[in-house]
């Protein structure tokens, strides 16, 4: 069965008509819409597609210009592009989490404050690896998952279902509304052991992703540390004035 995501399949197949010759370099692609009905699919798996193809450096997006070829092979790697929750699930789909390292902790106050949790209260916490089953197998983060010590039952299913966030399976196991994350990125070097298990090297530039996934009544039931070398991950940011 193939785990690739639809919108990764549709980047792949814009990658192959680029570097054939159909959309040449300095062109523009056609307008969403277009290619959302040419390609049978909805004009967010477009867009997805799109971000993917930007993030390899083979197209160039500006608001009112199109989408521009830059290029009819990847530049410089490649990185998974989240502009949203959805893209977040749909990168999750396409990287299989291995897990590492499970046990109940007691949250300190250094680590309380550093998550926004409340000192002295348990949870679980979940370490594991991602890899991108399109690229080898290529690590593409190590994450620490912290789960509330009520719904710890979760690791029976996070160990069953290893293409999927752990948010969506605490929704779905536990009835939970966690459609509220708080994000915090910030840069980093990685250090030797998360080099090593990274397959990067040490003090690479890396990216330290916090993701509090929050209840209706604001209160944290998983929060998230992620780290991942900078050359395989970006996240980005759309600001608009109102």
């Known amino acids: 069965m193939d785990r690739q995501p639809l919108y990764s399949r549709i980047a792949d197949q814009l990658a192959k008509d680029i570097a054939k010759g159909r959309y040449a370099v300095g062109t523009t692609l056609p307008a969403e819409p277009d290619l959302a009905l040419q390609l049978q699919v909805s004009r967010s798996t477009v867009r ?10 083979l197209v160039s997006r500006k608001k009112n210009a199109g989408t521009r070829v830059e290029a009819i092979s990847p530049q410089g790697g490649y990185g998974a592009t989240l502009t949203s929750l959805s893209d977040l699930i749909q990168w999750a789909q396409a990287c299989e989490r291995a897990v590492q390292h499970t046990g109940v902790m007691v949250m300190d106050q250094a680590l309380a404050k550093k998550l926004g949790c409340q000192a002295g209260s348990q949870w679980l916490c979940i370490q594991s690896l991602r890899f991108d089953a399109a690229r080898g197998k290529l690590p ?21 279902h290893p293409s999927a966030l752990i948010s969506e399976l605490l929704e779905t196991e536990f009835g939970l509304d966690l459609a ?6 910030t ?9 090593k298990s990274l397959n990067a090297e040490k003090d690479e530039a890396a990216l330290q992703v916090i993701r509090r996934y ?18 395989r991950f970006s996240i980005r940011t759309t600001l608009m004035r109102h």
């Open 48 to 57: 997805a597609a799109l971000a993917s193809l930007e993030s390899r450096k």
């Open 140 to 160: 593409v983060s190590w994450t620490n998952a912290y789960v509330d010590a009520e719904y710890a039952s979760i690791l029976k299913a996070v160990q069953a």
């Open 180 to 185: 509220t994350v708080e994000q915090d990125v």
């Open 187 to 195: 840069g980093c070097k990685l250090d030797a052991p998360l080099a």
């Open 214 to 231: 929050l209840t209706r009544d604001n209160k944290p039931v998983l929060v998230t540390v992620s780290i991942h070398p900078a050359e």
